[in-house]
């Protein structure tokens, strides 16, 4: 939606940046916790730092990806 708004109506990057973060970062710390913690707690077990350091690694090769790819280009100001 914060894209949506960016791209269509006219909403600053910055703010449809910081939007998208707060709607989707609860979520996200919802999901690595639950897949952290022990299954006597309802979780996967996986641990912590596994969860950190795959999310990490997940990260850089999205942001990698978009790089090589060409897709991660600067605004243009016209």
Not at 7 to 30: D, E
Not at 35 to 57: F, K
């Amino acid at each position: 939606m914060p894209l949506v708004a960016h791209l269509r109506q006219g909403l600053g990057a910055v703010v449809a940046f910081w939007t998208a973060y707060v709607i989707t970062r609860p979520l996200g710390a919802s999901v690595a916790d639950w897949m952290g913690v022990s299954p006597a707690r309802g979780g996967l077990g996986i641990g912590t730092g596994t969860i950190t350091v795959a999310w990490a690694a997940a990260i850089v090769v999205i942001v990698g990806y978009a790089v090589v790819s060409g897709r991660a280009r600067a605004a243009t100001v016209d």
